[in-house]
């Protein structure tokens, strides 16, 4: 079974904090993703990376960036958070074969920002 | 750019009742897939159900099926005999059949299954 995890399940920061969210998966999947997803408006990506160190922006990746050192191991960063970046966080990974394969989830990371 | 469209925030049904969830979609594409998700309550999405838009025949998943309807740009997700674990998040959502596999999701109907 794909395993993707994620570091926290929640997390409380103050504004302006640096904030990590860090995804792993164990299924050598080329892709990876992050998205946030907010009542109303359903699952928004914010960036995703087919390679390693290979990156491209998603649809809301102001105020977001990531790091892909390792195959496994995808980053979101929060350079200041802000109380607008409050959310739930999800990571998702996929392999590079081919449009119909699905993407799998982590469990999440609900963020609040003070 | 592609947008995703569920016009049912929530939606209740008895146990064993049947269900259908709406979904629309706006894209210049020909070719795509299409995927239903779902989100249990605290626990991970997962894939319901998907459809290459090249094919004509609806997917059927035991007792989840979809109402494929090309022309008309929508991709309803109907649940059969509905059980209490089928309480959930779903979520429709586009990708394109060429280029970065990216998902672009809709707003998602909360799904209540009562006993």
């Known amino acids: 079974d794909v395993k993707v995890t994620q570091s926290s399940r929640y997390l409380v920061k103050r504004t302006g904090e640096k904030v990590f969210l860090e995804c792993v998966q164990d299924?050598?999947?080329?892709?990876m993703f992050w998205y946030r997803q907010d009542p109303g408006l359903g699952l928004r990506l914010i960036y995703f990376s087919y390679d390693v160190k290979m990156k491209e922006k998603g649809d809301i990746p102001e105020g977001y960036s990531v790091s892909r050192e390792k195959k496994e191991r995808f980053s979101l960063i929060l350079e200041s958070a802000s109380t607008n970046q409050t959310s739930m966080y999800l990571c998702?990974?996929?392999?590079?074969?081919?449009?119909?394969?699905?993407?799998?989830f982590g469990p999440g990371t609900r963020l609040l920002v003070l | 750019a592609q947008t995703v469209t569920q016009s049912q925030p929530e939606m209740s049904v008895q146990e064993a009742e049947t269900v259908t969830l709406s979904c629309t979609y706006d894209t210049s594409e020909n070719n795509y897939y299409l995927f239903w998700y779902k989100q249990p309550p605290s626990r991970q999405m997962i894939l319901v159900i998907r459809q290459e838009a090249y094919k004509q025949q609806n997917a059927t998943e035991n007792r989840f099926s979809v109402n494929f309807q090309k022309a008309a740009k929508s991709f309803s997700l109907k649940i059969s005999d509905s059980q209490l674990g089928d309480t959930a998040m779903y979520f429709c959502?586009?990708?394109?059949?060429?280029?970065?596999?990216?998902?672009?999701f809709g707003q998602g109907t909360r799904l209540t299954i009562n006993p």
């Open positions: 959502a586009f990708m394109k059949f060429q280029g970065a596999q990216k998902l672009v």
């Open positions: 299924m050598d999947h080329e892709n």
């Open positions: 998702a990974s996929s392999p590079q074969t081919g449009g119909l394969e699905t993407q799998y």
